[in-house]
């Protein structure tokens, strides 16, 4: 359950940021929750920011690296223990004869195909609590916020 800000300081003042975070922080939580509980239990830590970030198609660990804005040793750390688990591995990269291209195993794909039915599901839910055009209107006005 997303922790909720005390807003009573009045350098905390309430405003959109705090509610946008807080959805966020909601999602976020109840998305990792449910891949935990259906086996996938990295996406519940700090290795399920990979998840967030890697290509499904594969890409090169120092972009991974760029995109998620961590040093490239925290990256490494964070694949070998995925590599470890058999979520992703590590071929050369066919563009950098020095870098490492990341790829999802079998097993790997499976967690992001389950991630798919678990964000569906909460779709639904946000469908069902703001019916159908509430959910369509938040849509519409969380695009206009990062276009």
Same mark, same amino acid.
């Given at each position: 359950? #997303?922790? *909720?800000?005390?807003?009573?300081? $009045?350098?905390?003042?309430?405003? &959109? !940021?705090?509610?946008?975070?807080?959805? #966020?922080?909601?999602?976020?939580?109840?998305?990792?929750?449910?891949? @935990?509980?259906?086996?996938?239990?990295?996406?519940?830590?700090? =290795?399920?920011?990979?998840?967030?970030?890697?290509? $499904? =198609? +594969?890409?090169?660990?120092?972009?991974?690296?760029?995109?998620?804005?961590?040093?490239?040793?925290?990256?490494?750390?964070?694949?070998?223990?995925?590599?470890?688990?058999?979520?992703?591995?590590?071929? $050369?990269? $066919?563009?950098? !004869? =020095?870098? *490492?291209? @990341? &790829?999802?195993?079998?097993?790997?794909?499976?967690?992001?195909?389950?991630? @798919?039915?678990?964000?569906?599901?909460?779709?639904?839910?946000?469908? *069902?609590?703001?019916?159908? *055009? +509430?959910?369509?209107?938040? @849509?519409?006005?969380?695009?206009?916020?990062?276009?």
């Amino acid at each position: 359950m #997303a922790k *909720k800000i005390d807003t009573s300081h $009045p350098l905390l003042p309430d405003h &959109v !940021g705090v509610h946008l975070w807080a959805a #966020a922080t909601a999602w976020r939580e109840r998305l990792h929750a449910e891949m @935990v509980a259906r086996g996938h239990a990295w996406y519940g830590d700090a =290795r399920g920011q990979i998840a967030a970030h890697l290509d $499904p =198609r +594969g890409m090169s660990q120092a972009e991974l690296a760029r995109r998620m804005q961590l040093s490239k040793q925290a990256v490494q750390q964070l694949l070998d223990q995925l590599e470890e688990e058999g979520i992703v591995k590590r071929e $050369p990269d $066919p563009e950098d !004869g =020095r870098g *490492k291209r @990341v &790829v999802y195993t079998k097993k790997g794909l499976a967690a992001l195909q389950a991630a @798919v039915v678990v964000k569906r599901a909460i779709e639904a839910d946000y469908r *069902k609590r703001l019916g159908a *055009k +509430g959910l369509e209107s938040l @849509v519409r006005a969380l695009d206009a916020l990062h276009d």
